[in-house]
């Protein structure tokens, strides 16, 4: 335990030098220069994201980058593993972009500013008028060409099957018209979900050809989450699969070490 919060320390002093490029940011954003602001942006989160991945000692290799569209924003979908997964995103594939985040992350000063300037979308999932508005902000983002990340499935599978993927995520492929990039995950949940603690793994990110979406009909958007459900889950070794009974065995313990805390 004590490693990990070793760890997290470093990452968060990282990032607390930087500050003064977080000015510099903001200061640009202010002034409406979105070029800069972006270039410092740009610039700056892969190698936040990349330092990540040596500090927890994540081997990340990357398939099939040649299938990203390069001149248009883009929804990349993906499962989700595990909380290295943006890292892995972020750090290593080629294209600059952001992602939907818990409204709760705001609270954390530095990383809710650096996300704020990528053009992250907070939402608050339990406020349907604001989840509706954070909606609505993204697609603008998308339009704008900043490409974003969504994980359909809305939590963690810490290395288990799959789960189904929520048909209303892809709405923000659909209204934006953006095409949407699919993405296997393998092997972030070995760096913390496993044992609830950071420790060394590899990581293999395949990014698949796009599933276009500017001009589909209805039918052909119901088709949709399916299609791309199922050409993630192929590309998916069954070997990396937990055994559920695994993962839960493991919750228990957790929640039984957190109500012991918490009396």
Not at 193 to 207: A, D, W, Y
Not at 235 to 263: C, G, T, V, W, Y
Request: charged residues 30%; glycine residues 6%.
């Amino acid at each position: 335990m004590l490693k990990t919060l070793f760890k997290a320390l470093k990452i968060i002093r990282w990032i607390k030098h930087k500050k003064p490029l977080l000015k510099e940011a903001i200061n640009y954003d202010k002034q409406g220069n979105i070029e800069a602001r972006d270039k410092i942006v740009q610039d700056l989160v892969p190698t936040w994201a990349k330092y990540v991945a040596e500090v927890f000692g994540a081997k990340v290799t990357v398939k099939g980058q040649e299938n990203i569209p390069k001149d248009e924003a883009v929804v990349f979908v993906a499962n989700h593993q595990g909380y290295v997964d943006i890292v892995s995103i972020l750090g290593f594939i080629d294209k600059p972009t952001a992602f939907m985040a818990k409204a709760e992350i705001k609270k954390i000063g530095y990383l809710a500013n650096w996300m704020a300037l990528m053009q992250c979308t907070f939402i608050v999932r339990k406020n349907p008028r604001q989840s509706l508005q954070a909606m609505k902000e993204a697609i603008e983002s998308v339009k704008k060409g900043y490409s974003l990340v969504i994980f359909p499935e809305g939590t963690r599978s810490k290395g288990g099957p799959i789960k189904e993927f929520k048909s209303g995520s892809f709405k923000l492929a659909y209204r934006s018209e953006a095409p949407i990039v699919p993405i296997t995950i393998d092997g972030t949940w070995r760096i913390f979900e496993e044992h609830n603690r950071i420790r060394p793994g590899n990581i293999t990110l395949t990014i698949h050809p796009p599933v276009y979406t500017k001009g589909i009909t209805k039918e052909e958007q119901h088709s949709i989450p399916l299609q791309v459900q199922k050409t993630i889950q192929e590309a998916f070794p069954q070997s990396s699969l937990r055994d559920p009974k695994e993962i839960a065995k493991i919750e228990a313990k957790k929640k039984k070490k957190d109500s012991k805390r918490h009396k």
